[in-house]
């Protein structure tokens, strides 16, 4: 069973940056591909970012230019580093394992002034 564990999230003023991390484990990390999505209150799951076991890697187009995915092989670990963060952009971030239809548990990012 793979089991995905989110952490990085806080509260950031606009323009400020944040790192989310997403340890994954129980599986064959490195030929998964991996996600990120966010929800935000009153409003549905969305898209984010993902990225292939061979790092293709593709964007909404709300955060392309601000966010980056990657991975790291080594430590079963995927990242999303936000920078310039909106206020638009707070919301619950979760990690979800593409291959699996699997999900964390999300980490709660606040931008507010």
């Known amino acids: 069973q793979v089991n995905l564990v989110e952490s990085g999230g806080g509260l950031v003023q606009p323009g400020e940056s944040l790192r989310l991390s997403c340890l994954v484990s129980?599986?064959?990390?490195?030929?998964?591909?991996m996600d990120w999505w966010r929800q935000a209150p009153g409003k549905e799951r969305e898209f984010v970012a993902r990225?292939?076991?061979?790092?293709?890697?593709k964007y909404a187009d709300s955060v392309k230019d601000r966010f980056t995915i990657s991975r790291d092989n080594a430590k079963n670990t995927v990242h999303l580093q936000m920078n310039s963060l909106k206020p638009e952009d707070t919301a619950v971030y979760y990690c979800?394992?593409?291959?699996?239809?699997?999900w964390g548990r999300g980490t709660q990012v606040t931008v507010s002034s």
């Open positions: 990225i292939d076991s061979g790092g293709t890697t």
């Open positions: 979800r394992l593409f291959d699996f239809g699997s």
């Open positions: 129980g599986g064959v990390f490195m030929i998964y591909t």
